[in-house]
Each structure stands twice: as structure tokens, then as C-alpha cells.
């Protein structure tokens, strides 16, 4: 294991029983992330991307194998240390934005801040508005929001605790090209500004590209298409 | 560790602040608010009911609590009494003859009850004088006279008494308290200083005196008082408490307590079920919010603590309100008691209060449990991809748990169990043939089609949510059904116990030789009847003797020490209830019929022979029957009925009862007066009883309870529907998505109309046919072990259950639903963005 990876998967298995089966949805897969990279997963839906992403964020155990996440061996961790491993320096940002609509966007940026009792709360939540242009959409509603604002509020809210990593979860899926386009840039310039390492999941060749790396889950085997991007 | 806590319990304190001015937790809110305000009313007025009504039985019997003794009581319980800081009253009585004399030194012999007493007012009620002499306070040379004894010794102020060795003037007629039991003293009462009625030489070693302490207090001194004389009763004391003034009257009333009790428990789980429903929604609305929250990295113990914080401020602030509620209720119920209640008697609130907010705290965790444990488990998968939910059963029995704390603050100890055992029967019976129903749905889903068939797979999409709507609707709509049943036989036995026409006057000790005279006086007297009696004592039991030192039982050891009252009859009457009859008499022996309680007090059986000393002779028979008597009906009841035969010759009298009319408002010009008047010129020696007053009273217990019971009935009717609209609500958001995509796919207004109805008209239809079912079952074991009535089987019922399921929820459904139906996609859209 190399200490200054924050991500590191080696030869991991992610089976699931199905009727009389076992489907293999991850096989023998290897990769190493070091800090600040932008890393896109592609791949067809079904193939298993949300499950990778999820097995490197700590949300799901691989069958066998070893994760690695920012120096922690994730398979031998509990629940409640993969938690906290999350809530020190791990963001999420999800397709749908998951936030929460009786909430306010400052709400839901304050939630993961007030949750852990971090100091000046409310001075930070309303700094990652600023930051992604919803200074003045504080006191809105998710269902006030258009689709990219709603996600904007969701990219502030994951930036908000400062992580050293980011998993996004298709964050564009869901927008239209323009306002897709402006998330994306978001996202790599808040990658480039706060030294975060972002792992992505997308269907979207073109913001795949955006990324450092591009790996492709091809039957259940991570291969990398490009080396670099940009 | 304790400042992260603290810090925890500020955060979930301002997420708490935040979803309560969005109006988040509303239906938990309102479920623990009808919870806790409910227990509120119904304890507060229960014991409010319950104190007023115990007053009104204190001023019957003049005090809270007395012991009676034929032998002077120890000086030591009035001086204890008096420590516990309770009012005591000493009082002697002695029945005795009383001797009038006027100007003209006419002289009137009369027996009667002379009663001392150490204070001139009773402890309870006020003393009621009587108009017809002018009223002084009693000295030592004058007395009280109850107003039948001026007709019967024909007496005026200028009369003076001799009684013992000592002639009294007279102070003043008094209406004595009135006792539940006329019948135990039937001579008219005159009242003196207790220190005079020692020294008249009335007493002496062989003299029938009876002694009594009486007291009065607040509740907890009495029962402490009454908890010590329990345990060190002598003997001969006999203790009379006003919350069993008559074994009967103790029994009906004891059946409405219990009935206050179980409404506000069924209005408890009523709200419970409403929690539990509701709760369910706001895990389906809150789980991704959970599930991110563990993403974020909020650990096992983080989102226990933050969500416990939560629900206990939701618990902690709705049952705050629900106790204010309730208690401003009874504040504005109590000028409407005070019309049904003389005296109303309010009850100190705190218990009722405490009562309140706590069952609020706990009816709260007991139904939310489930969906909390289930909330703070959420796997942070959850927010990728949807993971099945594991149930642990600990938290069943932590549910369990909590539901038997929940119980056991509401009810006394000794019911607990069966009614949790019931409780746990019901649900699981229900939840078993809400699968049954279930299961019915999916194969009527396969075969129907159209709208019809849409419905049906609204219906099922959930199975989980339709089983718990499915068992909450029944349990409610169960409750309500046995409610209902038992309180229509509650108000009926009532009614029937004291009917229009009952007997409230009583002619005793009519020799035969007085019968037609007496008969002659009472010729107009509505619904009379008579009984032929001797005086006499059980002895033997099938030539056992029968000795007094060998009973343990108190009553048994008066009744072998009295004579009693045997009605000489060919037969048993129709008031009466034969429990049990001899096939075959094996014997020549005459035939005597036995009350049920008497038989079991001395083991008598069928064709057993008793022998009894009346007058002198000793004279056996044999045991025919077993009656049942409802000694609160009034009506001629003896404990034996002896068969008349020509060989036995008996020292017969007689016994009348007939309806009197209403007492009127002057009872000096009142028909009872001008009765006693006449028997006491014509028959000198029959004695008119009038129990009128105790029969008023009794009614008006009858109607206090009655009235409790109702309006605690309607409240958890009223707590009932609002569970319902909460049933509704946890299907909402589904619902709606499933109108907006047949709105979107082109549906019609009138076809989503349907669709939507139907699913309400459906499951309402399913509850009633649930509720149903266990209704008639528990209806029918009522009737067979309870009531003792032949069970029927009530298509009725059935139909009933179903109508009113399927109607309520149609209603509901319009009422809620109804904007919903109207709502163009677009809204529909927006409802569900904001939700």
C-alpha cells in the first residue's frame, strides 16, 4: 500500500446471489488515486459504477479484495469507523441531489456542518453559497430551485466540511447541457481551488474527458481508457 | 463525550425548532397531542365523576368512612383518626321506646332509634331541618325528632319525650342522612347529645347498641386510615366506605370505572396507532435524509442520539400542549358537570396532568419505536439504491415493553395482563388476516381489469403499509364497535336495574288480623304487591348445626345472629331468577328456595334440608331451588322462600310495596306523611318505609356514570377519526405519484376519481370486515362468560362494520384527497418537489 494514495482498490471482488447464482458485478479490480486527481468511472448502465464508487466511499463492503481509503484498510473497519472516516474527509454529491426539500439551501448546507458541531457554521454555509453563485438563494426551498441551482446547493454542501476526497454519483445526469456544463466546471475549478481529489461516476463522455483519469467498467473489469485529459 | 452530547442536543434542538415551523412532525404532533390530551380529560374527569359521586355517597352515610360495632370502639382509633388529621363524629344508637306526651297527657308509645351523637352535624352533607317545629340546637334536655314520628306519636312543640329516664323537649325535626340500605333500619330516629343518651340508663350489659366512628378526610388520609383498620379489625366491627355504599350499587359502578378506564386507554391506542402510521410516513419522507446523513458519516450513536433528542422534544412539547388542551377542556367541561353533579367535587388535577404528559412521552416511543429504529439504521447505501429493511425482534419487545408501562400508568395492576394478552391476540390476529385480505386483493388484482384493476395495484404496491393501515383501521374501528357494545349493555342493565315503576314504598310488620285494613288504606297505591313472611334463623344445614364462632365469613356470622326475613310463598317469584331446581325431591319434606349468595355463604346445595328456629319451632325443609335477586331492584326479595303447608303453623305477617309518585317539593303536605298517619290511627304497629330519596339518589348516580361513560365514548369516537385521516396520510405521496402518472399518461378527471376512491371505499371495506370479525367474537364471549345471555350472531353487525369502514373512508378520502383529485399534473408535480 502506498501512503500517499488516497485511494487505493486491490484485486476487488463484489459478488451479489441471484436465484440460484452469484453475479458477479465487480471483478479483480486495481487502482490507485493520488490526492488532488480528478478520476471519471463510465460505463453502461448496470455495470456496476454506482456500486464501485460506493465500495470506495466506504458505503458498501467488497465481496474480497482490499479498499483503501485515505491510508484506512476499509474491510477492516466497522460501520461506525467507516463513518468517520466519511464524516472527516469524504463529500458526496448525488444525480438527484438528495436534498432535503423542507429545508432551506442554507439548511442544507448548515446539515452535515451542524451534524458533526463544527465552529462558525453558519459563516461557512453561507461562504459555499457564495462560492457556487446562491448567495442570494439562501432562504429558497429545493423545490424553488431549478435542477442546477439544486445541485449547486448539493456541491456546496459536499465542499462545506473541506474534504480531501469528493464522489459524485452522475452529478450532471440530470440537468440539461448548458446547466450540466456549468456543473461540471464547478466542480473541477472547486477540485482545483480546495485540493480536493474527485472520484466521478457519469455517463457523459464529454465531462469524462474534463477528468485527469478515465477508467470503463467493462463487464465487470476496470480498464483505463486514457491517461490524462487535460 | 458530555459536551459532544450537549452539543447534539442543541443541534437536534434547532432541527427540531426548524421542522416545527415548517409544520414537519404535524400528524406525530397531533397523534401524541390527542393522546395525552385525552388521557388528561378522561382522568381528570373520571376522578372528578368519581370524587362527586363518592361525595354524594358520603353525604348518604354522613361521613367518608365508618366502623360500626356492637361494642364501644376503642378510644385509641378516634385519637389515631385524629392524628392522620381526620374529622371523626362518635355516635351510639339504640333502638328503643320513646314515650309522647302532650298538654292533655295523652301518652304515645312508638320504637324508635335513638341516636347520640358527639357533634350535632354530620361529617358529610348538611343537617336538613325540618319545617314543621321550630329549630333550636340540641341541649342536654332536647332532642331531634326525624318528621314521621310527629304523625306517628302525634306530637307538637310543646311535647316532651321521655326516653330512659329522662323526659326531653323537643329542638327540632331533621331529615337524617339517608342510608343505601332502608331496610337495616326501619324505626324513625330521634337524635341527642351523646353524653345525655349515656346517662338516660338505657345502656346496659345486655342492650342491642350499636357504636359508630365516623369519619371524614381527604382521600389519602382515608385510605391510609381505612388501610390501618383493616388490618387490625376486631370481630365484631363492620366498615362502611362510600366508595361501596351497597354491595350492588359498588358492582355497577365498578363496571363504569372500568369502562372510564378502558376508553382512555382505547383512546391512547387509538392515538398509537395514528403514531404508528404516521411515523411510517415521515420514515418514508425522511429516509434519504437518514441515509445521507450515514453517508456523510454521522455514525450509529450520532443519529441514535440526534433523532432521540427529537422525538423527545416532539414528545416532550406535544404532550405539554396535550395536557394544557385537556386541562383547558375540563375547565371548560366543568359548569356542564356541575348540572349533572351535586356536589361536584373537582379533583386536584396534578395526577390527572402527570398522568397526561407521560402517557404522552410514552405513547409516542411505544408506536414510533419500530419506525425510529429502522430510521437510525438506515444504510447509507440506501442513497444509491433501495436495501430491504431488517426488523430485529428486541425492538418488538422494547415496543412490548413500553406499551405495558404505557398500560400500567393508566390501569390498575390487576387488569394489566389481561388486557395486554388481549391486545397482543388482537394485533396478531389482525396482522394474520390482514395478509389473508391482502393475499385476497393480489388474486382479485389478476383477474380484474381497467380502472378497477388500477386501484387494486395502488392498493398492493405497499403490502407492509396496507397491513398496517389494514390492523390500525380494524383495532380502531374494533375498539369502537366493543365500546359501543359494552356501553349499550352498561346503560341498559342500568335502565333495567331501576325501571319506571319500581316500588319506593315499603308497609311492614302488617299482622293478619291488619291485612284488610291496611289493604283498605292502600287501595289506590299503584303497582302494589305483598308477601306473606315469618321471622326466623337458619340453624342447621342437613343436621349440621350451624354455630356463629365457626363462620370466618362476617356477613355469615350477622346472618346466623339475626332473624330473618322468609317469605312463605308457593312460588318463587317472577322478579326472581331461578339458577338452579331440584329434578326430584327426595323427601316429604316442604320446599324452601335459596338466594345464590346465601347458598354459597353456608354451602348449600340442591336437595340439601335446613332447619329453621321460627318462633320457637324448629322446622325443616328441603332445598328446591337457587334463585338469583337483584337486591337493588326493590322489589319484595327474601333470602328463603319457604313453601306454606296446612300442617306447619307460622306466626305470619305481612309485607306491601307499592310506586309512590314523585316525592313533592313539601314533603310535610307529601302523600308518605298522610299515609303513616293513617296506618298509625288504624294499624298501630305497621310501619310505612318511604325510599323515595335513597331511590332518587341511586338514579342519580345511575345517571352520573352514565353520563361519564358517554361523553368519554364520544371522545374516543372523536380521537378515532382523527387516526383515520392520519391512516390516509401515509399513503399520500405514493398515491399522488401514481394519479400524476396516470394524469401524464391522459387519464381523466373522472377515471383518477374513481381510481382514487375505490382504494379508499376498499380499504375501509377490508377494516370493517376485519373489526367485524372480532367484534362478533368478542361480543359473543362477553355474552357467554360475561353477561351470561344467549350469544347471537348479528348479520347486522357485519354490515354495520363494513358500511360505516367503507363510508368513513370515503368521506376521509373526499375530504383529504378531494384538492388532490382536482390538481392538474403540473401541481401534482409541485406537491411532490416540495414533499
Same mark, same amino acid.
Request: hydrophobic content about 45%; proline content about 4%; some cysteine.
Given at each position: 500500500?502506498?501512503?500517499?494514495?488516497?485511494?487505493?482498490?486491490?484485486?476487488?471482488?463484489?459478488?451479489?446471489?441471484?436465484?440460484?447464482?452469484?453475479?458477479?458485478?465487480?471483478?479483480?479490480?486495481?487502482?490507485?488515486?493520488?490526492?488532488?486527481?480528478?478520476?471519471?468511472?463510465?460505463?453502461?448502465?448496470?455495470?456496476?459504477?454506482?456500486?464501485?464508487?460506493?465500495?470506495?466511499?466506504?458505503?458498501?463492503?467488497?465481496?474480497?479484495?482490499?479498499?483503501? %481509503?485515505?491510508?484506512?484498510?476499509?474491510?477492516?473497519?466497522?460501520?461506525?469507523?467507516?463513518?468517520?472516516?466519511?464524516?472527516?474527509?469524504?463529500? /458526496?454529491?448525488?444525480?438527484? /441531489?438528495?436534498?432535503?426539500?423542507?429545508?432551506?439551501? %442554507?439548511?442544507?448546507?448548515?446539515?452535515?456542518?451542524?451534524? /458533526?458541531?463544527?465552529?462558525?457554521?453558519?459563516?461557512?454555509?453561507?461562504?459555499?453559497?457564495e462560492q457556487v453563485g446562491l448567495a442570494n438563494r439562501a432562504n429558497h426551498r429545493p423545490a424553488e430551485l431549478s435542477g442546477g441551482e439544486q445541485q449547486r446547493v448539493a456541491i456546496a454542501r459536499a465542499f462545506v466540511t473541506e474534504p480531501k476526497?469528493? /464522489?459524485?454519483?452522475?452529478?450532471?445526469?440530470?440537468?440539461?447541457?448548458?446547466?450540466?456544463?456549468?456543473?461540471?466546471?464547478?466542480?473541477?475549478?472547486?477540485?482545483?481551488?480546495?485540493?480536493?481529489?474527485?472520484?466521478?461516476?457519469?455517463?457523459?463522455?464529454?465531462?469524462?474527458?474534463?477528468?485527469?483519469?478515465?477508467?470503463?467498467?467493462?463487464?465487470?473489469?476496470?480498464?483505463?481508457?486514457?491517461?490524462?485529459?487535460? | 463525550?458530555?459536551?459532544?452530547?450537549?452539543?447534539?442536543?442543541?443541534?437536534?434542538?434547532?432541527?427540531?425548532?426548524?421542522?416545527?415551523?415548517?409544520?414537519?412532525?404535524?400528524?406525530?404532533?397531533?397523534? *401524541?397531542?390527542?393522546?395525552?390530551?385525552?388521557?388528561?380529560?378522561?382522568?381528570?374527569?373520571?376522578?372528578?365523576?368519581?370524587?362527586?359521586?363518592?361525595?354524594?355517597?358520603?353525604?348518604?352515610?354522613? #361521613?367518608?368512612?365508618?366502623?360500626?360495632?356492637?361494642? $364501644?370502639?376503642?378510644?385509641?382509633?378516634?385519637?389515631?383518626?385524629?392524628?392522620?388529621?381526620?374529622?371523626?363524629?362518635?355516635?351510639?344508637?339504640?333502638?328503643?321506646?320513646?314515650?309522647?306526651?302532650?298538654?292533655?297527657? !295523652?301518652?304515645?308509645?312508638?320504637?324508635?332509634?335513638?341516636?347520640?351523637?358527639?357533634?350535632?352535624?354530620?361529617?358529610?352533607?348538611?343537617?336538613?331541618?325540618?319545617?314543621?317545629?321550630?329549630?333550636?340546637?340540641?341541649?342536654?334536655?332536647?332532642?331531634?325528632?326525624?318528621?314521621?314520628?310527629?304523625?306517628?306519636?302525634?306530637?307538637?312543640?310543646?311535647?316532651?319525650?321521655?326516653?330512659? =329516664?329522662?323526659?326531653?323537649?323537643?329542638?327540632?325535626?331533621? &331529615?337524617?342522612? !339517608?342510608?343505601?340500605?332502608?331496610?337495616?333500619?326501619? #324505626?324513625?330516629?330521634?337524635?341527642?347529645?351523646?353524653?345525655?343518651?349515656?346517662?338516660?340508663?338505657?345502656?346496659? $350489659?345486655?342492650?342491642?347498641?350499636?357504636?359508630?366512628?365516623?369519619?371524614?378526610?381527604?382521600?389519602?388520609?382515608?385510605?391510609?386510615?381505612?388501610?390501618?383498620?383493616?388490618?387490625?379489625?376486631?370481630?365484631?366491627?363492620?366498615?362502611?366506605?362510600?366508595?361501596?355504599?351497597?354491595? &350492588?350499587?359498588?358492582?355497577?359502578?365498578?363496571?363504569?370505572?372500568?369502562?372510564?378506564?378502558?376508553?382512555?386507554?382505547?383512546? *391512547?391506542?387509538? #392515538?398509537?396507532?395514528?403514531?404508528?402510521?404516521?411515523?411510517?410516513?415521515?420514515?418514508?419522507?425522511?429516509?434519504?435524509?437518514?441515509?445521507?446523513?450515514?453517508?456523510?458519516?454521522?455514525?450509529?450513536? =450520532?443519529?441514535?442520539?440526534?433523532?432521540?433528542?427529537?422525538?423527545?422534544?416532539?414528545?416532550?412539547?406535544?404532550?405539554?400542549?396535550?395536557?394544557?388542551?385537556?386541562?383547558?377542556?375540563?375547565?371548560?367541561?366543568?359548569?356542564?358537570?356541575?348540572?349533572?353533579?351535586?356536589?361536584?367535587?373537582?379533583?386536584?388535577?396534578?395526577?390527572?396532568?402527570?398522568?397526561?404528559?407521560?402517557?404522552?412521552?410514552?405513547?409516542?416511543?411505544?408506536?414510533?419505536?419500530?419506525?425510529?429504529?429502522? #430510521?437510525?439504521?438506515?444504510?447509507?447505501? !440506501?442513497?444509491?439504491?433501495?436495501?430491504?429493511?431488517?426488523?430485529?425482534?428486541?425492538?418488538?419487545?422494547?415496543?412490548?415493553?413500553?406499551?405495558?408501562?404505557?398500560?400500567?400508568?393508566?390501569? &390498575?395492576?390487576?387488569?394489566?395482563?389481561?388486557? *395486554?394478552l388481549g391486545i397482543i391476540l388482537i394485533s396478531f390476529a389482525l396482522f394474520a388476516a390482514s395478509v389473508l385480505l391482502l393475499k385476497t386483493m393480489l388474486f382479485l388484482q389478476r383477474y380484474s381489469r381497467g380502472w378497477f384493476k388500477i386501484a387494486?395495484?395502488?392498493?398492493?404496491?405497499?403490502?407492509?403499509?396496507?397491513?398496517?393501515?389494514?390492523?390500525?383501521?380494524?383495532?380502531?374501528?374494533?375498539?369502537?364497535?366493543?365500546?359501543?357494545?359494552?356501553?349499550?349493555?352498561?346503560?341498559?342493565?342500568?335502565?333495567?336495574?331501576?325501571?319506571?315503576?319500581?316500588?319506593?314504598?315499603?308497609?311492614?310488620?302488617? !299482622?293478619?288480623?291488619?291485612?284488610?285494613?291496611?289493604?283498605?288504606?292502600?287501595?289506590?297505591?299503584?303497582?302494589?304487591?305483598?308477601? $306473606?313472611?315469618?321471622?326466623?334463623?337458619?340453624?342447621?344445614?342437613?343436621?349440621?348445626?350451624?354455630?356463629?364462632?365457626?363462620?370466618?365469613?362476617?356477613?355469615?356470622?350477622?346472618?346466623?345472629?339475626?332473624?330473618?326475613?322468609?317469605?312463605?310463598?308457593?312460588?318463587?317469584?317472577?322478579?326472581?331468577?331461578?339458577?338452579?331446581?331440584?329434578?326430584?325431591?327426595?323427601?316429604?319434606?316442604?320446599?324452601?328456595?335459596?338466594?345464590?349468595?346465601?347458598?354459597?355463604?353456608?354451602?348449600?346445595?340442591?336437595?340439601?334440608?335446613?332447619?329453621?328456629?321460627?318462633?320457637?319451632?324448629?322446622?325443616?325443609?328441603?332445598?328446591?331451588?337457587?334463585?338469583?335477586?337483584?337486591?337493588?331492584?326493590?322489589?319484595?326479595?327474601?333470602?328463603?322462600?319457604?313453601?306454606? =303447608?296446612?300442617?306447619?303453623?307460622?306466626?305470619?305477617?305481612?309485607?306491601?310495596?307499592?310506586?309512590?309518585?314523585?316525592?313533592?317539593? &313539601?314533603?310535610?303536605?307529601?302523600?308518605?306523611?298522610?299515609?303513616?298517619?293513617?296506618?298509625?290511627?288504624?294499624? $298501630?304497629?305497621?310501619?310505612?318505609?318511604?325510599?323515595?330519596?335513597?331511590?332518587?339518589?341511586?338514579?342519580?348516580?345511575?345517571?352520573?356514570?352514565?353520563?361519564?361513560?358517554?361523553?368519554?365514548?364520544?371522545?374516543?369516537?372523536?380521537?378515532?377519526?382523527?387516526?383515520?385521516?392520519?391512516?390516509?396520510?401515509?399513503?399520500?405521496?405514493?398515491?399522488?405519484?401514481?394519479?400524476?402518472?396516470?394524469?401524464?399518461?391522459?387519464?381523466?378527471?373522472?377515471?383518477?376519481?374513481?381510481?382514487?376512491?375505490?382504494?379508499?371505499?376498499?380499504?375501509?371495506?377490508?377494516?370493517?370486515?376485519?373489526?367485524?370479525?372480532?367484534?362478533?367474537?368478542?361480543?359473543?364471549?362477553?355474552?357467554?362468560?360475561?353477561?351470561?345471555?344467549?350469544?347471537?350472531?348479528?348479520?347486522a353487525l357485519w354490515l354495520a362494520s363494513i358500511i360505516i369502514g367503507c363510508c368513513l373512508f370515503l368521506l376521509i378520502g373526499l375530504i383529504t384527497q378531494w384538492s388532490y383529485l382536482q390538481k392538474s399534473p403540473q401541481n401534482l408535480k409541485r406537491?411532490?418537489?416540495?414533499?
Open positions: 500500500m502506498n501512503p500517499t494514495n488516497i485511494i487505493e482498490l486491490q484485486n476487488v471482488h463484489y459478488q451479489i446471489p441471484s436465484d440460484n447464482s452469484i453475479l458477479d458485478i465487480i471483478k479483480a479490480c486495481d487502482l490507485r488515486v493520488q490526492p488532488d486527481e480528478t478520476i471519471a468511472i463510465v460505463g453502461r448502465s448496470g455495470s456496476g459504477k454506482s456500486t464501485l464508487l460506493s465500495i470506495m466511499a466506504g458505503l458498501e463492503t467488497s465481496t474480497s479484495g482490499q479498499v483503501t %481509503l485515505l491510508g484506512q484498510a476499509l474491510n477492516d473497519c466497522s460501520e461506525d469507523q467507516r463513518a468517520q472516516i466519511r464524516a472527516q474527509q469524504v463529500g /458526496f454529491i448525488f444525480q438527484n /441531489f438528495q436534498l432535503m426539500p423542507s429545508m432551506t439551501a %442554507l439548511e442544507n448546507i448548515l446539515m452535515p456542518l451542524e451534524l /458533526f458541531q463544527i465552529e462558525d457554521a453558519e459563516q461557512k454555509a453561507l461562504k459555499a453559497l476526497v469528493l /464522489f459524485a454519483d452522475e452529478p450532471t445526469g440530470n440537468l440539461d447541457e448548458e446547466t450540466a456544463e456549468q456543473i461540471q466546471s464547478l466542480l473541477l475549478e472547486l477540485n482545483k481551488t480546495l485540493s480536493t481529489t474527485l472520484i466521478l461516476v457519469t455517463h457523459d463522455n464529454h465531462f469524462a474527458q474534463r477528468c485527469q483519469r478515465v477508467y470503463q467498467l467493462i463487464n465487470g473489469h476496470l480498464v483505463e481508457k486514457t491517461e490524462t485529459a487535460q | 463525550m458530555i459536551k459532544n452530547v450537549t452539543l447534539e442536543a442543541i443541534t437536534a434542538s434547532k432541527w427540531f425548532y426548524r421542522s416545527l415551523k415548517k409544520g414537519d412532525w404535524l400528524w406525530l404532533i397531533i397523534a *401524541v397531542i390527542i393522546a395525552s390530551a385525552t388521557v388528561t380529560v378522561v382522568k381528570q374527569l373520571g376522578e372528578t365523576v368519581q370524587q362527586s359521586m363518592l361525595r354524594k355517597a358520603a353525604e348518604s352515610m354522613g #361521613a367518608d368512612y365508618v366502623i360500626k360495632s356492637s361494642r $364501644p370502639i376503642d378510644i385509641k382509633w378516634q385519637q389515631q383518626a385524629e392524628n392522620f388529621g381526620l374529622k371523626t363524629r362518635q355516635s351510639i344508637s339504640i333502638v328503643t321506646m320513646a314515650l309522647a306526651k302532650d298538654k292533655n297527657a !295523652q301518652q304515645q308509645f312508638q320504637l324508635v332509634q335513638l341516636k347520640g351523637v358527639s357533634t350535632p352535624n354530620p361529617l358529610r352533607g348538611k343537617l336538613a331541618p325540618n319545617t314543621i317545629l321550630p329549630f333550636n340546637n340540641l341541649t342536654s334536655d332536647s332532642i331531634w325528632v326525624e318528621p314521621k314520628l310527629i304523625s306517628l306519636m302525634r306530637i307538637n312543640e310543646s311535647s316532651l319525650i321521655t326516653l330512659g =329516664t329522662k323526659q326531653f323537649n323537643l329542638a327540632g325535626s331533621v &331529615d337524617g342522612p !339517608q342510608l343505601i340500605n332502608p331496610m337495616a333500619n326501619f #324505626a324513625p330516629q330521634i337524635w341527642m347529645d351523646i353524653e345525655q343518651l349515656k346517662k338516660i340508663e338505657l345502656i346496659g $350489659p345486655g342492650s342491642r347498641v350499636s357504636y359508630e366512628l365516623s369519619l371524614a378526610g381527604n382521600d389519602q388520609q382515608i385510605n391510609r386510615f381505612a388501610k390501618l383498620i383493616e388490618n387490625n379489625k376486631e370481630p365484631h366491627w363492620q366498615l362502611l366506605s362510600a366508595k361501596a355504599p351497597s354491595e &350492588d350499587l359498588g358492582n355497577s359502578l365498578d363496571t363504569a370505572w372500568l369502562f372510564l378506564d378502558l376508553s382512555a386507554l382505547s383512546a *391512547v391506542l387509538v #392515538a398509537g396507532m395514528s403514531i404508528l402510521i404516521a411515523s411510517r410516513f415521515y420514515l418514508t419522507r425522511w429516509k434519504n435524509s437518514m441515509a445521507l446523513m450515514r453517508a456523510f458519516g454521522a455514525s450509529n450513536a =450520532t443519529m441514535t442520539r440526534l433523532f432521540a433528542f427529537q422525538l423527545t422534544w416532539i414528545a416532550f412539547f406535544s404532550s405539554l400542549i396535550g395536557v394544557t388542551v385537556g386541562y383547558l377542556l375540563t375547565l371548560l367541561i366543568a359548569p356542564y358537570l356541575a348540572d349533572y353533579f351535586t356536589p361536584l367535587v373537582i379533583a386536584n388535577p396534578t395526577p390527572a396532568i402527570l398522568i397526561g404528559f407521560f402517557s404522552g412521552l410514552l405513547v409516542l416511543w411505544t408506536f414510533a419505536w419500530q419506525a425510529f429504529q429502522t #430510521a437510525i439504521k438506515t444504510s447509507p447505501i !440506501q442513497i444509491l439504491k433501495s436495501v430491504p429493511v431488517q426488523t430485529h425482534y428486541i425492538h418488538w419487545f422494547i415496543s412490548f415493553f413500553l406499551l405495558l408501562v404505557l398500560i400500567s400508568l393508566m390501569l &390498575d395492576i390487576d387488569s394489566i395482563l389481561w388486557i *395486554v387494486l395495484s395502488n392498493l398492493t404496491k405497499e403490502p407492509g403499509l396496507v397491513q398496517i393501515q389494514l390492523v390500525s383501521v380494524g383495532m380502531v374501528l374494533f375498539v369502537l364497535m366493543l365500546m359501543t357494545f359494552v356501553r349499550q349493555d352498561l346503560l341498559q342493565n342500568w335502565q333495567a336495574s331501576l325501571p319506571e315503576n319500581t316500588p319506593n314504598t315499603f308497609v311492614m310488620n302488617i !299482622q293478619p288480623s291488619q291485612k284488610a285494613l291496611v289493604d283498605n288504606i292502600l287501595t289506590n297505591m299503584q303497582y302494589k304487591t305483598d308477601a $306473606p313472611m315469618v321471622r326466623g334463623r337458619l340453624i342447621k344445614v342437613n343436621n349440621q348445626e350451624l354455630l356463629v364462632e365457626q363462620q370466618s365469613n362476617e356477613r355469615a356470622k350477622r346472618l346466623l345472629q339475626r332473624e330473618a326475613n322468609i317469605a312463605v310463598m308457593a312460588e318463587v317469584p317472577k322478579h326472581n331468577t331461578t339458577v338452579a331446581q331440584l329434578k326430584e325431591p327426595s323427601t316429604e319434606l316442604p320446599k324452601v328456595s335459596v338466594e345464590e349468595g346465601i347458598a354459597e355463604l353456608f354451602n348449600i346445595k340442591l336437595g340439601d334440608n335446613l332447619e329453621f328456629n321460627i318462633a320457637g319451632q324448629k322446622l325443616e325443609y328441603q332445598v328446591n331451588s337457587i334463585r338469583k335477586v337483584q337486591w337493588q331492584s326493590f322489589q319484595l326479595n327474601f333470602f328463603f322462600i319457604i313453601e306454606p =303447608t296446612l300442617e306447619r303453623a307460622l306466626p305470619l305477617s305481612y309485607l306491601s310495596n307499592f310506586h309512590l309518585p314523585k316525592l313533592s317539593a &313539601d314533603s310535610n303536605n307529601d302523600i308518605a306523611s298522610e299515609l303513616t298517619k293513617q296506618l298509625a290511627i288504624t294499624t $298501630p304497629g305497621v310501619l310505612l318505609i318511604d325510599v323515595r330519596k335513597i331511590m332518587l339518589q341511586i338514579q342519580d348516580i345511575m345517571t352520573q356514570a352514565s353520563w361519564a361513560v358517554s361523553a368519554l365514548y364520544a371522545f374516543t369516537l372523536l380521537a378515532s377519526i382523527g387516526v383515520l385521516f392520519t391512516a390516509t396520510l401515509a399513503s399520500q405521496q405514493s398515491r399522488i405519484q401514481n394519479w400524476l402518472l396516470l394524469r401524464t399518461i391522459g387519464a381523466q378527471n373522472k377515471t383518477i376519481i374513481k381510481i382514487g376512491l375505490t382504494e379508499f371505499v376498499f380499504l375501509g371495506g377490508l377494516a370493517g370486515v376485519l373489526a367485524a370479525s372480532f367484534a362478533q367474537v368478542s361480543s359473543l364471549l362477553i355474552s357467554q362468560y360475561l353477561l351470561k345471555t344467549e350469544p347471537t350472531f348479528s348479520p406537491y411532490l418537489n416540495s414533499n
